[in-house]
């Protein structure tokens, strides 16, 4: 690379400096930035506790989970597999409860010496005043641990800017089936 000389340099600067005022003044506003303000938001953040059962049904003429890359080597903790869910999210443990919305998204074993999944899911829900809200969780569970933490990254609607975790704790598994009910604790910090 040439050198610049230290004058030409400090000449180059203020010349880019005083054009970048002059396309501030021009155009006003940065490409593409709408708006920007403050954070003093008129809303206060608020926590919101939801306790929901996550229903993953592999068996039956209706699964509501489906493997869709099966795993490529033979290891105990099936490393490699995903399935896709659309898991109804209940009120109750029962799938005859109220149905709050669904789990959509995938997992994975991620882990080749123990149970360790890497789930992607968007929580949407379809009652009362969350009917269109989502909230997005991504982490990692440990299946065969009491209680897998994993973190809520964001949300939409209602639950805009959101962040927090949710508690799993397995509620009912079926080992011949493969069928799963696991209660969720979920905390989110949202406007
Ligand atoms: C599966 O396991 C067997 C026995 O442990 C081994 O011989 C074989 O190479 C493995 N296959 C793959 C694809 O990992
Ligand atoms: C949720 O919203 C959809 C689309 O706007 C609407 O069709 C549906 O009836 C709503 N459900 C409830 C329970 O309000
Ligand atoms: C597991 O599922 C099978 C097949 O539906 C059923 O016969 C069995 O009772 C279930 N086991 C438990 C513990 O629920």
Not at 58 to 65: A, D, I
Not at 117 to 136: D, E, H, P, V, W
């Amino acid at each position: 690379m040439t050198k610049i000389p230290p004058l030409l340099a400090t000449q180059v600067i203020v010349l880019s400096l005083l054009s970048s005022f002059s396309i501030i003044s021009v155009q006003g506003k940065n490409p593409g930035v709408v708006r920007t303000k403050l954070l003093g938001l008129k809303k206060e953040e608020k926590l919101s506790h939801f306790r929901l059962y996550w229903h993953d049904i592999v068996s039956g003429p209706n699964p509501s989970s489906v493997a869709v890359v099966k795993p490529v080597t033979n290891s105990s903790t099936g490393f490699g597999f995903i399935s896709m869910i659309d898991d109804p999210l209940t009120e109750g443990p029962e799938m005859s409860s109220k149905l709050l919305g669904r789990a959509q998204g995938f997992y994975g074993s991620a882990s080749q010496k123990e149970a360790g999944l890497l789930m992607a899911m968007n929580f949407a829900f379809i009652q009362g005043k969350y009917n269109g809200s989502t909230i997005t969780v991504l982490g990692r569970s440990q299946v065969f641990n009491k209680v897998r933490e994993m973190p809520v990254i964001g949300g939409s609607g209602l639950f805009r800017f959101a962040r927090g975790y949710v508690e799993a704790r397995t509620h009912y598994f079926n080992l011949t089936t493969g069928d799963a009910i696991v209660e969720y604790n979920v905390y989110v910090l949202h406007y």
